[in-house]
Every structure is written in C-alpha cells, then in structure tokens.
C-alpha cells in the first residue's frame, strides 16, 4: 500500500516555486524518504485551486503549443514540468465511467482495470473530484525474475479512493494498483522521481486471476533499434548485436539482442535453437532465462500448429517471430 502522507499547511504557492524547489533541494529523489521530504511543497501547490485552470487556459489559447511540443503522454495528461533527468511534474485527470471520452476510447485508454506497478517512485495528491479507486496490493519484486508467465507473490492490502487532499508516496516496484474509474471527473497532481536509469527498470502488468506477470508495460526506445541493428546493420550491426547480448547491465536490452540474433534465421528451429542457447545462461540472468524459455516454447507450437493443423506438408519456411 502506498504510503499515506499528511502534511498540514495552508499555505499555497505557485507551480514554479515548486519546480524551484525541486531542483535547489535534496538531490536523490530515487530515495523515497528525500522524495517525501517534498510533500509538504505538494500540498502547498495542491492548496492553489487556480494554477491549473489557468495553465489550462494559456495552452487554449495558444493551441496547446507548449503541451505539443513537450507532452509526450496522452490527453490524460498535462505536463506541468518535464525535460529534467532528476524529476518530472504532471497532472492526470481521471473520468468516470460513464464519461463519453470513456465510453468511445475505452477504459483501458485511462489504464483503468490493468493492475500495474511502476519503475520509479512519485508523490501523488488529489487535486479536484472525488478521485480514482484502486485496489493495492505489494509486491516482492527482490523475488522475481520478472519475466512474464512468472508466478507473482501479491498481497492484497485494500481498496481506496485518491480523495481530494488524500497524498501518497508510491514507492517503486513495491506498490501495486488496479485502478477504477471515479465516480466523478478528477485530477491528481504527481512529482515523479526520474533518473537515466528508469528506462532500464521494468515496469510490470499483473494477471490476478492467475498471480503472474503478464506484460512488461514501459517501453525501452534501444529495443527497437537493436532489431534494426540486426536487420539492417551488416557484419558491424551483428558485432554489436553480439556485444549487447554478453554485456549489456540489461537483461532485458541482453534479451533484446537474442532475440534479434534469432530472428536473422529463417528456419524455426534455428531460431528456438538460438533461444536455448540464451535459456541455458547464467542463474543469475532469470529475466533472460525464462523470456528465451517462453520464445522457444512458442515457435515450437507454432511450428507444430502449422504443420499438423494448418498446411500439412512440408515446413513452412517463412519467419514465424513477432
């Protein structure tokens, strides 16, 4: 469960001043305890009820031209202040259910109803409306592989609202929510703790009827590039392909690059023999292990569907990988 924060002030400043104190402050806000060191300066922002409408106002008027530019997330979101390596400052607004934009794009557009954890920790507050329901649970990520398929050890804890003036300090890879709709339209406001490290660190979707891992939800801009690499890179894209494999600090950027080692053979058993090759590393490398496992496993159904179920005959020779 989150932990609850309950600074008491009346006091009120503007967004900058927050921002200001944010990046003269404490350093390392991957520490949770100096991340919660800022809560009393979120509810200080939180007790101005006009700076957002007016920042909401001047991106109108000016056709959202600083949200276009910088505003990498969706129409959830509004960034309020972005582009440092050290923090990141957003407002997300939570409609209900029966709101249209929920109605015509669907929950899973608002993350409503997929159990998640998050690979940094943040302080969040309700700003306005009732507030999003969750249902939390913990998890003991030292535990895990991470992989997915993996059984998850979760531990349901209790199902809460983010009330307005409600704060808490999600620590990271440790909380997990399945978030519902409010019952009314709401808006929170949260200081994310950032790093150059993030990017490595996966975030997690969780299967609860099953209590297993079911998709790894943060995205990494190298895995991408990597296959590239090994499509389009000749003799120097497969030396690096080879290198990442070995020695990326990244199991999933090491994975990243067996499986696009695999994918430069045609055949499907060439390209199960090279995920065994990376199921058989290491017992430290877990991640790596079990995500080869499941790839071998599913080109060897795959090719075993096709030849028995679909095209009796000889082998298909065309590339089965995703």
Same mark, same amino acid.
């Given at each position: 469960?989150?932990?609850?924060?309950?600074?008491?002030?009346?006091?009120?400043?503007?967004?900058?001043?927050?921002?200001?104190?944010?990046?003269?402050?404490?350093?390392?806000?991957?520490?949770?305890?100096?991340?919660?060191?800022?809560?009393?300066?979120?509810?200080?922002?939180?007790?101005?009820?006009?700076?957002?409408?007016?920042?909401?106002?001047?991106?109108?008027?000016?056709?959202?031209?600083?949200?276009?530019?910088?505003?990498?997330?969706?129409?959830?979101?509004?960034?309020?202040?972005?582009?440092?390596?050290?923090?990141?400052?957003?407002?997300?607004?939570?409609?209900?259910?029966?709101?249209?934009?929920?109605?015509?794009?669907?929950?899973?557009?608002?993350?409503?109803?997929?159990?998640?954890?998050?690979?940094?920790?943040?302080?969040?507050?309700?700003?306005?409306?009732?507030?999003?329901?969750?249902?939390?649970?913990?998890?003991?990520?030292?535990?895990?592989?991470?992989?997915?398929?993996?059984?998850?050890?979760?531990?349901?804890?209790?199902?809460?609202?983010?009330?307005?003036?409600?704060?808490?300090?999600?620590?990271?890879?440790?909380?997990?929510?399945?978030?519902?709709?409010?019952?009314? !339209?709401?808006?929170?406001?949260?200081?994310?703790?950032?790093?150059?490290?993030?990017?490595?660190?996966?975030?997690?979707?969780?299967?609860?009827?099953?209590?297993?891992?079911?998709?790894?939800?943060?995205?990494?801009?190298?895995?991408?590039?990597?296959?590239?690499?090994?499509?389009?890179?000749?003799?120097?894209?497969?030396? !690096?392909?080879?290198?990442?494999?070995?020695?990326?600090?990244?199991?999933?950027?090491?994975?990243?690059?067996?499986?696009?080692?695999?994918?430069?053979?045609?055949?499907?058993?060439?390209?199960?023999?090279?995920?065994?090759?990376?199921?058989?590393?290491?017992?430290?490398?877990?991640?790596?292990?079990?995500?080869?496992?499941?790839?071998?496993?599913?080109?060897?159904?795959?090719?075993?569907?096709?030849?028995?179920?679909?095209?009796?005959?000889?082998?298909?020779?065309?590339?089965?990988?995703?």
């Amino acid at each position: 469960m989150p932990v609850m924060m309950d600074p008491q002030t009346d006091e009120r400043i503007e967004l900058g001043d927050l921002v200001e104190a944010l990046e003269t402050g404490p350093s390392d806000l991957n520490d949770d305890e100096c991340l919660a060191s800022f809560a009393p300066s979120l509810r200080k922002l939180a007790n101005n009820r006009s700076f957002l409408g007016d920042l909401v106002i001047r991106e109108l008027k000016q056709r959202c031209a600083g949200q276009a530019a910088h505003n990498h997330y969706n129409a959830q979101v509004i960034l309020l202040h972005g582009g440092n390596r050290k923090f990141l400052l957003r407002a997300n607004f939570w409609p209900s259910a029966s709101d249209s934009v929920v109605v015509n794009s669907g929950a899973d557009a608002f993350f409503y109803g997929q159990p998640h954890d998050h690979n940094f920790s943040f302080l969040t507050v309700g700003y306005a409306g009732p507030g999003y329901w969750s249902d939390y649970y913990e998890h003991d990520y030292e535990r895990a592989a991470g992989y997915i398929g993996e059984k998850a050890e979760l531990r349901f804890v209790e199902r809460s609202r983010l009330a307005e003036g409600t704060m808490l300090l999600y620590r990271r890879h440790r909380d997990v929510h399945s978030q519902l709709p409010a019952d009314s !339209l709401s808006v929170s406001i949260n200081i994310m703790a950032m790093s150059p490290a993030t990017e490595f660190l996966d975030q997690y979707g969780f299967d609860l009827q099953s209590a297993r891992i079911r998709s790894l939800v943060n995205r990494s801009t190298l895995e991408p590039l990597i296959a590239l690499a090994g499509h389009l890179g000749g003799e120097n894209g497969w030396d !690096l392909i080879e290198h990442v494999a070995e020695r990326h600090p990244s199991e999933r950027i090491r994975f990243a690059a067996w499986k696009a080692k695999a994918n430069a053979f045609g055949r499907p058993d060439e390209r199960a023999a090279v995920y065994d090759e990376a199921a058989a590393s290491g017992p430290s490398n877990g991640f790596l292990r079990g995500m080869a496992a499941r790839e071998a496993a599913r080109i060897r159904n795959a090719r075993s569907f096709y030849r028995n179920a679909v095209l009796p005959g000889p082998e298909p020779s065309f590339s089965l990988s995703r």
